[in-house]
């Protein structure tokens, strides 16, 4: 298959692994590139020297594209760019802010620039400011979400309608199939989170993988609304959030519960009671830990078989 | 195309008219059958002899198969089943409650009979009932909605998963192209609500079927969580219950300001401002009235097409 998504970043086919926070190291990426998708380094949870080390890591790993997601939230945001640009880095995700701040900076440097959206409102900004392809998130996806709630499903229509850039389409794909229902909905290629988040490349905490394998349906939910809309699995810290937000607490009463490096907490160093576990909501239907490279064989395959057996419907 | 779907309710397309309160009546259903869908009568927002009185107007008005869906959670339902039975009515949808509870009796009387649920949970219960076919409506979907908030990407794959009965995929379809991504991901049918809700023959006021065409994503929000799920637009009303609600109100608080019969004064009646203004997230993507005719045809046309387009594909 060959389509703008594949020309854009000369990768096999049009999978991209989110760079996700606490679960994007240079394993994952390496991996995830060697099998012909397209890696991103999670810069969100990297201060600027640790995302240099990966960088550099991820180059002695593999000899195919990669890029490195950057949230342009990010507070020591000038290091970080300067060590993409240093460090020759060809292709960057930006996400949570503007998406004008940084692409002409980018561009001037050579660099392909996506920007992460969930809404068609936002993709035109996309367009305005030049960049080069929008990744359109719906509300299954975990962590950091749109206020609208809408859905892959209602959105993908909405901002393929909106844009004529190539389009990337994220939240609650998982598999060949969910992949293949994207492009139906008009994107040329998927963003795959939750599913690289539990591979065994992922830097996640053995914890957190297996965790994620034992979900049910309902069990991850969108919360934190009054400060920033997040998606994480109910565990005890959930709880005190779910019940804050119940009796009414507000913005700054729930950034206390809060507080700091939960996600990190989480994720990364296990804590399965106290940590902030961001995933999607489709984590419910990935019930094993395998590998990169088992994975795309996967979706690769059962893109190819369903789409060869539903070939023959005609309405 | 000839499936599970089409085979049971003897349809021409595997495309559900969802029985929807204030929009379902005799004009509506009769439409939806004679162009190849099926057709229900949304009991819900009738009484039990104004359901005979569009029972016997449907009848006059279509040869083809028809239905009716029946909330359990109906107040005078025995009166309800008492009347289907008698105008012997084929198919039931039933909603809001057990299948177990009628499942039985429908069938001694011939009847063939689909649940409606939002979860894999639900639908082994269906099957454990013994029901005909499964409905799985994601979060997208307008009005009552379930606790988990799986959206339709996510949820249509685990149903499938769980049970071997003809599933019909509901929430945030309205296009052909949503209708082969429900497909894709392994329904054998969809069920379409707000798009019909926004017709021609819809009996919904034309304040409110405008007032749909004019939304924009992010227009319509989940609300009354703590009584139960439900989606509507963000009108003057949905902002009492918005501001109740982050003000942390009690259950018997929100039902106070919910009061009574706000549906109807909403979508039947035409009071924007204060009515509940119950339907889909995807209706921010319809942006014309169309008779039941173009909608099917458009429908049936652009699923052809699409499919069509992507067969080449190989990845």
Redesign the interface.
């Known amino acids: 298959?060959e389509n703008k998504i594949t020309s854009l970043f000369k990768i096999k086919?049009p999978i991209i692994q989110g760079g996700m926070v606490w679960c994007s190291g240079w394993r994952l990426v390496s991996a995830v590139s060697n099998a012909g998708g397209l890696g991103l380094l999670g810069a969100g949870s990297m201060y600027p020297e640790v995302l240099r080390e990966h960088i550099i890591k991820t180059k002695q790993a593999t000899d195919k594209p990669f890029g490195v997601n950057v949230p342009l939230l990010y507070p020591d945001i000038d290091a970080l760019m300067k060590i993409i640009v240093d460090e020759e880095i060809k292709i960057v995700f930006t996400s949570a802010g503007n998406p004008k701040t940084w692409t002409n900076f980018l561009h001037d440097k050579g660099i392909t620039v996506a920007h992460v959206v969930s809404?068609?409102?936002f993709a035109k900004k996309c367009e305005d400011a030049g960049v080069d392809a929008v990744v359109a998130e719906?509300?299954?996806a975990g962590g950091h979400n749109?206020?609208?709630?809408?859905?892959?499903?209602?959105?993908i229509?909405?901002v393929r309608n909106a844009i004529s850039l190539p389009l990337i389409a994220a939240?609650?794909?998982a598999?060949g199939?969910?992949m293949?229902?994207?492009?139906?909905?008009?994107a040329d290629g998927v963003q795959i989170g939750t599913r690289f988040a539990m591979s065994a490349e992922s830097s996640a905490s053995n914890e957190f993988k297996n965790l994620c394998c034992s979900l049910?349906?309902?069990d991850t939910?969108?919360c934190l609304k009054?400060i920033s809309p997040t998606r994480m699995i109910k565990n005890n810290f959930y709880n005190l959030i779910e019940q804050a937000e119940?009796?009414?607490?507000t913005a700054d009463e729930l950034k206390e519960i809060l507080g700091r490096a939960r996600s990190k907490k989480g994720i990364f160093e296990g804590d399965m009671t106290d940590g902030e576990l961001e995933i999607g909501?489709?984590a419910?239907?990935v019930k094993k830990i395998s590998t990169v490279h088992e994975i795309i064989d996967e979706i690769?395959n059962e893109?190819?078989g369903?789409?060869k057996n539903?070939?023959g419907?005609?309405?």
């Open positions: 298959m086919y809404s068609s409102k719906g509300f299954e749109g206020r609208e709630e809408t859905t892959t499903l209602t959105l229509p909405h939240g609650g794909i598999t199939n969910a293949l229902a994207a492009i139906t909905l008009g049910n349906e309902g939910m969108l009054k119940a009796r009414g607490a909501q489709i419910s239907f690769v893109f190819n369903t789409l539903i070939s419907i005609k309405l």
